[in-house]
């Protein structure tokens, strides 16, 4: 059965057109997941960004208090920066976190498509694919062997060291995440990871391509199937008048600055509406956004679905309207129609 879950890069909320501060929008993100646990949904998860706005820079101690929030609902990371985390650290980090939240602990490590933490953290984005994979082979032995003697480019080496706490047999789930490269959709094949594409513009059946690709790498690397999500903006509002009209006005300013930024197209209404109708962008009324999954989830032989929810200066009462919705409404629909007409994940 697909899995239905959230996904916020703790971008900052208004409420009654006050812009809340940082550590009020962290005590949201709090709140919301509560409420998406309430709601019925499968997973929440946080990013992690360094710029103005967005307040998820401290994913592990962020999913901390919400599992103390919490009792039933998975708690992960929608992106997890790996090439300038250190992956020791991260287990750690996680193997806590699993141990707090009572096994619902996992994530999703991306090579970063916004790389402010190069900078940040002191690495040079020259060696952008280099840390990537070193470090991805040192997280997953650490995940899979008991003692691991490692050593490599990018960090001290091990000998012989075993970590604690110790996660569960196996690890946690970990997913790759894939912005578009046929590299990472082989590179989480040859680990047997499951993979989540990232699908932020364009239909996302022409993805379709990529899962298959993932599927026979997995085969001809001995793994077993493994599940396959997709990330995706959009919000859910009463009907789709209103949902059209709310992402519109928030996202349109941030789609503006992004493009200024990584020089590709501004945004134009024509544009938009076309991503909302046979695009990547989610957003419409319970059955309008049900029906889109359900497709997406059939072309895609999806096992997992995460709506990005969040976006900046977003009216607090409508990113609660769509955890709501989400939950109560379009997650039941989305399994109703799937049973009529099932997938073949």
Request: charge should be negative; aromatic fraction near 8%.
């Amino acid at each position: 059965m697909i899995e239905l879950g959230l996904n916020s890069f703790g971008e900052v909320a208004t409420d009654d057109g006050r812009t809340l501060g940082d550590a009020e929008t962290v005590r949201l993100l709090v709140e919301e997941a509560r409420l998406a646990e309430a709601a019925g949904l499968d997973v929440f998860s946080v990013g992690e960004h360094y710029r103005e706005g967005h307040t998820d820079s401290a994913a592990p101690v962020l999913l901390a208090a919400i599992a103390t929030a919490t009792e039933r609902i998975k708690l992960g990371t929608s992106v997890t920066v790996l090439s300038t985390n250190d992956p020791v650290r991260l287990y750690q980090e996680f193997s806590t976190l699993d141990a707090v939240s009572d096994g619902r602990a996992q994530l999703v490590l991306g090579r970063a498509s916004a790389t402010e933490s190069f900078p940040l953290f002191g690495y040079d984005l020259a060696d952008y694919e280099h840390l990537f994979e070193e470090k991805l082979d040192l997280f997953v032995r650490l995940q899979r062997e008991e003692s691991v003697t490692w050593s490599g480019d990018v960090r001290a080496p091990l000998t012989d060291e075993t970590l604690h706490p110790r996660m569960r047999p196996g690890g946690i789930p970990t997913w790759i995440g894939v912005g578009g490269s046929p590299d990472s959709v082989v590179r989480a094949a040859r680990y047997g990871l499951p993979l989540m594409l990232a699908i932020i513009g364009g239909r996302p059946q022409r993805f379709a391509g990529h899962v298959e690709l993932y599927h026979r790498a997995l085969e001809q690397f001995g793994h077993p199937v493994q599940p396959v999500g997709q990330h995706s903006l959009g919000l859910v509002a009463d009907t789709d008048e209103e949902a059209v009209e709310t992402w519109w006005r928030y996202w349109e300013p941030v789609v503006t600055r992004i493009a200024a930024e990584r020089g590709f197209y501004e945004p134009d209404r024509r544009r938009y509406l076309s991503e909302v109708d046979t695009g990547a962008l989610f957003v419409g009324s319970p059955e309008t956004v049900a029906r889109k999954i359900a497709t997406v989830a059939r072309d895609l032989r999806l096992s997992r679905f995460d709506l990005k929810y969040d976006i900046m200066h977003l009216p607090r009462a409508a990113r609660a309207r769509t955890i709501e919705l989400l939950g109560r409404e379009v997650a039941p629909r989305v399994r109703e129609l799937l049973t009529k007409e099932p997938s073949r994940v």
